[in-house]
């Protein structure tokens, strides 16, 4: 079954995007409470309630980004996502599916491996979870920008305009 890329996104295409921005970029600013947290279980101590709170909005928030991750990803591969515009070069569509890519599988692997982390104790999950997943996506995130800008302003595309307008 061949799916048919439509003209652009859908309300709820648009909605899961920027709630998923807001719930990604939290996470990644308020990520300290949850490191004291798991700092002081390792030290064999309470964390303190404070922290303890945070760290668990910290863990629920990521599993909701895990939650509504999957569903953006189920959506994409039933409803398609519009063509990219014929103003950009072939070798930066490519670097935009390779990019679009990373970050569904981000969106699934840094919940996986922060749950991996707090809830079981893999310390592998945890560096991997606070150190270059966390990278990649603060990466992911600049260029993803930069590129909207570089669409806007120097093609003059409306490649912003399908996940921010009707």
Known sequence: M???????????QKALHWTMALLILFNLIFSDAMEEAV?????????????LSSANIHAYVGIAVLCLG???LAVRLTRGAPAAPAEEPPVLRLA????????YALFILLPLSGIGKYYFGNEIAGELHGGPLKLLMWVLIVVHIAAVLVHQFYW???VAQRMTKG
């Open 2 to 12: 061949s799916v048919i890329a439509p003209t652009s996104y859908s309300l709820f």
């Open 39 to 51: 700092e002081a279980y390792e030290r064999g101590e309470v964390p303190s309630p404070a922290d």
């Open 70 to 72: 999957l569903i953006r």
């Open 96 to 103: 935009s599916k390779i990019a679009h890519g990373t970050f």
């Open 156 to 158: 003059k595309t409306p």
